[in-house]
């Protein structure tokens, strides 16, 4: 990590560093709205957006940012938020997002963004009208050449900036300009919310497809009921997880934990067998022996076996499980 310096305001911006297979650099750096990142991100196609979940559609942007940052030879960067604006705005309107800023920063890298810019949502932020968030930070901070925005971009105080008030802005500075319409899948536009509500509903299937990547979480393994271990189940219970659950049920799932991927059956939900109705997630890594408490694990949704749905008995629960397992292995071999 090194820190860089605006070279007006002296204002410190976080830099982190990496580098992909091919070994062209890129950075992901916070910083305040009138702080200035590195020089190397200036002169370039720049997009704005929240890019929760980074999905297709975020993917088509990211792309068309790509066209024109060749045009200009220049850089593609990203420019999200920390924490989301409606959150500063209407605070206690908190909830999990799709993915966590270092996830987001690292999906935008691996589709094609050679920067991210992580503006640190603030009260002065948000006061910005419409062609001051354009002089101040597109212009000026940022250096652009080109500005690349969906259909339904919204910018500035009050949101009251549009796509035909950037195209004006733009234009008149000598900037390029491209408004990308939406990209559509099953006759839907492609958002963050359309993925929202298809993973809450426990469609995992639908989301790998609006995302192009099977959904996943990561936690903390902790210590639970220790149940499994009795009836030959044994179950990593997972906390701290700070992205959204998918809908309670038993999904087919990959877990790696110390950087190996096992395959594996998960629930989510309560476990209403043992009276239990708290919400919660275990994941039963197939074929794996050692000890995982304290651990981090990623999760990565394939598809749904099942509603979570009680059992008369602990046999009856123990057959069903078995079934989970085989079916498990039968979704995630076929992969």
Not at 281 to 292: Q, R, S, W, Y
Not at 322 to 329: C, G, H, L, N, W
Request: hydrophobic fraction near 40%; include cysteine.
């Amino acid at each position: 990590m090194s820190v860089g310096f605006c070279p007006e305001t002296a204002v410190p911006a976080r830099l982190v560093t990496a580098s992909r297979e091919y070994d062209e650099f890129m950075a992901t750096v916070y910083l305040d709205w009138h702080a200035y990142p590195p020089p190397e991100f200036g002169g370039g196609a720049v997009t704005v957006g929240n890019f929760d979940g980074v999905h297709r559609g975020h993917q088509a942007l990211v792309a068309i940012a790509r066209r024109q940052a060749a045009t200009v030879n220049g850089p593609v960067v990203a420019v999200t938020f920390d924490p989301p604006p409606h959150q500063v705005l209407h605070p206690g309107s908190e909830r999990p997002p799709l993915t966590t800023i270092p996830q987001r920063a690292e999906r935008l890298h691996a589709i094609g963004a050679d920067h991210v810019v992580v503006l640190r949502t603030s009260p002065a932020l948000l006061a910005l009208s419409p062609e001051a968030f354009f002089e101040d930070v597109l212009a000026r901070q940022l250096g652009a050449r080109a500005v690349v925005e969906g259909f339904n971009f919204r910018f500035g105080r009050g949101r009251i900036g549009t796509n035909d008030t950037l195209r004006t802005l733009c234009a008149a500075a000598g900037l390029g300009f491209e408004e990308v319409p939406p990209f559509a899948l099953g006759g839907e536009p492609v958002s963050s919310s359309r993925v929202r509500a298809a993973l809450v509903s426990g469609d995992v299937t639908q989301v790998a497809d609006l995302l192009a990547r099977n959904y996943r979480i990561e936690g903390t393994v902790v210590t639970g009921a220790r149940r499994g271990r009795t009836i030959g189940f044994p179950t990593a219970n997972l906390r701290d997880v700070p992205t959204v659950l998918p809908g309670n049920g038993v999904y087919a799932v990959r877990a790696t934990v110390d950087g190996r991927t096992w395959p594996a059956a998960a629930n989510v939900g309560p476990n209403p067998t043992f009276g239990e109705d708290a919400r919660k997630i275990e994941v039963h890594l197939i074929g794996f022996a050692g000890d995982v408490y304290g651990k981090p694990v990623g999760v990565e949704f394939v598809t749904r076996l099942r509603e979570t749905q009680p059992f008369k008995s602990v046999d009856e629960l123990v057959a069903q499980l078995r079934s989970d397992v085989e079916k498990a292995k039968r979704v995630l071999g076929a992969q």
